[in-house]
């Protein structure tokens, strides 16, 4: 079955600290897999999907297959960043997408 | 020119009573769906529907019903509203494959009271 699974419902970082909000997942194919971002009363939004290997606002995650993990890492926090992410799984023949339970990343001052 | 449009953005009504959320793309996807977001902020499908068929339907209780009367438009109608109801729905689109990812609607806040 396809699990995706966010560990920590909330990460406090200093501001210029480093970054890593974790993802694993459980599939058994070839999954595609993506991290969303809900700013305060904004909608949700793809920050970036593994099949990019782009950085986007500072942020990159690779996808570990070995370890079925796809942690994204900011190596400097900024402020700006605090938000809810949401790691998400695509692998079926069905396009469904499922996502983790999300974490909430504070950046502290 | 919004790419994916909800209405409405906020829902207040009363247990017993039926309501429906409207979702608009215009991206020129084939897929919508339909997303609840818990007060824990879980997010979880619901619906699914490619050109107006239905492909994904979540084990979601029969007083939810979707209606897609075209590959731009999937509403939601939901029967005998309950308080566990309350939450925020998400219609999302995407283009078909597994590459593709959602670009969501703003949401609907629904408060069952």
């Known amino acids: 079955a396809q699990r995706v699974t966010q560990p920590e419902k909330l990460l406090s970082v200093f501001k210029g600290a480093p970054v890593e909000l974790k993802c694993n997942y459980s599939y058994s194919g070839s999954p595609e897999l993506f991290w969303y971002v809900q700013y305060s009363r904004q909608r949700l939004q793809l920050l970036l999907r593994h099949i990019s290997r782009e950085s986007i606002k500072g942020f990159t995650a690779d996808l570990n297959k070995g370890e079925t993990s796809f942690h994204l890492k900011k190596p400097f926090a900024q402020e700006e960043d605090s938000a809810m992410y949401y790691c998400a799984l695509s692998g079926g023949g069905d396009d469904k997408i499922i996502f983790g339970k999300g974490t909430r990343l504070h950046i502290l001052p | 020119d919004t790419a994916v449009s909800q209405t409405p953005k906020y829902l207040v009504t009363q247990m017993g009573n039926d309501k429906s959320i409207k979702c608009e793309q215009n991206l020129g996807h084939d897929t919508m769906y339909w997303y609840k977001q818990d007060s824990k902020k879980f997010l979880k499908i619901m619906f699914s529907?490619?050109?107006?068929?239905?492909?994904i339907n979540e084990t979601v209780p029969n007083r939810f019903s979707p209606k897609s009367p075209d590959k731009a438009h999937l509403n939601l109608h939901i029967n005998s509203l309950e308080l566990g109801d309350s939450a925020v729905y998400f219609c999302a689109s995407s283009k078909r494959g597994l590459n593709s990812p959602l670009h969501f609607g703003n949401g609907t806040r629904l408060t069952v009271t």
């Open positions: 529907y490619n050109n107006k068929e239905l492909i």
